[in-house]
């Protein structure tokens, strides 16, 4: 069973820096979506893919965060100038997208800014 | 924009059932409701979904009234595993959205 895996697992990084994670969803799956969880709150929507398609974006994603999904497989987000407030934990997770939105989440990648 | 709420936290004992309810007044009129299931460090787990009425599976039940603006999960007999934080996850009315609940800290005694 290969469900959704997210690389890296944690990352550790210097304020200021560019980082990217990356996703990959179940091969069938034509939804993707991007959440942020802070330690203690529920996950937050980021953005949402239909295939290739980003559909969705939260307003709490400024313009330092971007998120492609190129062929429809896997994707990636990326923090630029990252800040300290930027240290959560980035949750991805996939749906068939007919209908009934059963996500299935990845482990998720844990971004501690120094 | 309404928020999904959802009680801070619940205690209860093994073997007792457990009910946790989600309020979601601005939920969008076709999206079904959704419960998940997190462990510390890990994604949120799929329990049970639904889209009006009751829905059973092997591990809990969804009860969801006429309104849909509200939706109780119930655990029955739980145990010292069940302990974990419980979120609703809804449709957001006129967006493409999936908001999660503020979720449930669930902690089960011996």
């Known amino acids: 069973d290969t469900g959704v895996s997210q690389d890296p697992r944690h990352k550790i990084t210097k304020r200021g820096q560019n980082v990217t994670f990356r996703c990959d969803p179940i091969?069938?799956?034509?939804?993707l979506y991007w959440y942020r969880q802070t330690l203690g709150q529920g996950p937050e929507f980021l953005t949402y893919?239909?295939?290739?398609?980003?559909?969705?974006k939260s307003r709490l994603l400024s313009d330092r965060f971007s998120a492609e999904r190129p062929k429809g497989s896997f994707s990636t987000l990326e923090i630029q100038r990252t800040e300290q407030g930027d240290s959560a934990m980035y949750l991805c997770?996939?749906?068939?997208?007919?209908?009934?939105?059963?996500?299935?989440f990845g482990s998720g990648t844990q971004l501690s800014v120094l | 924009l309404a928020k999904t709420t959802q009680p801070i936290s619940m205690d209860s004992y093994e073997g007792q059932e457990v009910n946790i309810t989600c309020s979601h007044n601005?939920?969008?009129?076709?999206?079904?409701i959704t419960w998940y299931q997190q462990f510390p460090s890990q994604g949120p787990r799929f329990i049970i979904q639904?889209?009006?009425t009751k829905v059973t599976n092997e591990v809990a039940s969804l009860f969801i009234p006429a309104d849909r603006k509200s939706s109780t999960l119930s655990l029955p007999r739980v145990s010292l595993s069940d302990t974990a934080v419980y979120y609703c996850?809804?449709?957001?009315?006129?967006?493409?959205?999936?908001?999660f609940g503020t979720g449930t800290r669930l902690q089960v005694f011996p």
């Open positions: 639904g889209y009006k």
């Open positions: 091969s069938e799956h034509n939804r």
């Open positions: 996850l809804v449709g957001e009315d006129n967006t493409d959205k999936l908001i």
């Open positions: 893919f239909q295939n290739e398609a980003q559909l969705e």
């Open positions: 997770a996939s749906s068939l997208g007919q209908g009934e939105e059963k996500l299935f």
């Open positions: 601005n939920i969008a009129t076709n999206d079904y």
